[in-house]
């Protein structure tokens, strides 16, 4: 019928969180096909490409259009926001040539892009195909990168100065502090990136969200009811989430070890694909899980390499005898289990063992356990985390805070206090049960008439 062309930026987040968009698409609607145009920085293509080989081989709907490296030297560059926006600005003219011969052989109907991919959007007008964004963060995110322009035309100062309250349509007030990393200096490129960015959101034929309706209805309806963009045409929003990737390694020895716990005895730290603590921030939490009493699973990833050339590279196998306090994994040995680099989250948070979640309140994390109803303790590290633990704490009532000192420092006694909380407390019962109604509110979204699958049916609808 069509040929549907997703364009995610680079990282292992934003493509998986795509492809899963092409899969519920095709899931519901065989008679698309979808390709994905891949972008994978030489410096960084191991697990980006062992995924695509497995897309390929069991998804024949889906196929990858791999766009030309660019060579670019990492070392150049201030930050990984950096690297990508310039890689995704220099593939252009091969994206404009990858339009071009998919349209030669096929019928497209609709480009998807990431927020990172915008320089992509002019293009598409050559070819009279409409573009859609396809936004990977939360709506309350949306409602604030729609209105940041506006902030921006009305002040002169960062947000990192302000020290104020920013009051924007459809959110609970954002300590300034708190704002989403790259908008909190104004003299920064990262900030005039994202400004442009936020600039060209209302210029699409359309909005996909991975959320769903019950989940932020403030931010959704601010949004649709075109507050957020006072002086310009809001696109239509299409909320059609909770999009989860499924998977990953189901016989992992942390599922087996979780299969011999009680029902929700477990609490679980995981900090994203890329969060990294200190050695003593490490131990630090060490000693607070030690001092809770409660049950354990903890993915530990090595410090950050202090060298400048290893910045951008996945960190070393962690050396849990040095990381760990003396004694640690002896005296836990029967309440806790410390994962090496990864876990199977999905299948994790899914276990009947696990009562609740200590993350750095990334959006897919998120909705992972609100798709599988486990409540939260918030410590963001990057990107839009800050900002995701004010609105999951304040509005959703999904999660408890975990507070930081100056720095960033969170000490023994605050991991011990919250995961307490949340564990054995009335705090952690009361967002355990607002997150067991959000699970079921989550999976009725995803009937047959539930919310995102008529707002997929709309979108659809659209083309
Ligand atoms: N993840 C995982 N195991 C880990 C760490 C992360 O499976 O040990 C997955 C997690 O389930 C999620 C993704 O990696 O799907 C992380 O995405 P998120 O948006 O939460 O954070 P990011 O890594 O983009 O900061």
């Known amino acids: 019928m069509g040929t549907i062309i997703l364009y995610p930026s680079p990282g292992m987040g934003h493509l998986v969180s795509m492809v899963e968009l092409g899969k519920f698409i095709l899931k519901h609607h ?21 995924y695509v080989r497995h897309i390929s081989a069991t998804f024949p709907g889906i196929s990858f259009h791999h766009l030309p490296d660019i060579p670019l030297d990492p070392l150049l560059y201030p930050s990984m926001e950096a690297i990508i926006f310039d890689l995704i600005r220099r593939s252009n003219p091969n994206v404009n040539n990858a339009l071009q011969s998919i349209s030669l052989s096929s019928n497209v ?36 990168f729609l209105h940041f322009p506006t902030i921006h035309r009305t002040t002169t100062e960062s947000f990192k100065d302000m020290n104020k309250l920013v009051h924007s349509p459809g959110l609970p007030p954002i ?17 005039s990136d994202f400004l442009d960015f936020c600039e060209h959101f209302p210029k699409a034929a359309g909005i996909i969200d991975n959320t769903f309706d019950s989940l932020e209805p403030k931010a959704i309806k601010a949004i649709t009811d075109g507050l957020c963009v006072p002086d310009l045409s809001t696109p239509p929003l299409y909320c059609i989430g909770p999009l989860v990737a499924a998977g990953g390694d189901g016989s992992h020895e942390c599922l087996n070890w979780l299969d011999l716990q009680p029902s929700r005895s477990v609490v679980y730290l995981c900090f994203g694909s890329l969060g990294l603590f200190s050695a003593n921030q490490l131990k630090e939490i060490a000693t607070g899980l030690e001092m809770s009493g409660h049950r354990f699973l903890w993915v530990v990833r090595s410090p950050p390499s202090e060298k400048k050339e ?49 993350t750095h309140c990334g959006w897919n994390s998120v909705l992972e356990a609100v798709r599988a109803g486990v409540p939260m303790v918030a410590w963001p590290l990057y990107a839009e985390q800050r900002f995701n633990k004010v609105v999951l704490v304040e509005e959703m009532k999904l999660a408890l805070p975990m507070d930081e000192t100056d720095g960033g420092w969170v000490t023994a006694t605050e991991v011990e206090k919250r995961v307490r909380q949340l564990m054995e407390a009335e705090e952690g019962k009361a967002v355990r049960e607002v997150a067991t109604a959000r699970k079921e509110e989550a999976a009725r979204a995803m009937e047959e008439d539930g919310s995102s699958r008529v ?5 659809v609808g659209s083309w």
């Open 30 to 50: 065989p008679s698309f096909s979808v390709v994905v145009l891949t972008l994978i920085p030489s410096f960084n293509t191991g697990t980006t490409a062992s």
């Open 175 to 191: 300590p300034s502090s708190e704002m989403i990393s790259p908008l909190l200096d104004r003299t920064s490129t990262d900030y």
């Open 109 to 144: 109907i609709v480009f998807i892009i990431d927020m990172f991919c915008t320089p992509a959007m002019s293009l598409a007008a050559n070819y009279n195909i409409p573009v859609y964004y396809f936004f990977t963060s939360g709506a309350c995110c949306l409602a604030q």
């Open 310 to 358: 290893d910045r951008f590279l996945p960190p070393p196998e962690p050396d849990l005898s040095l990381l760990l306090p003396e004694g640690f994994l002896d005296r836990t040995r029967d309440r806790g289990l410390v994962v090496k680099k990864w876990a199977p989250q999905v299948a994790v948070l899914s276990h009947e063992s696990v009562g609740g979640f200590v």
């Open 455 to 459: 707002s997929l049916s709309k979108l």
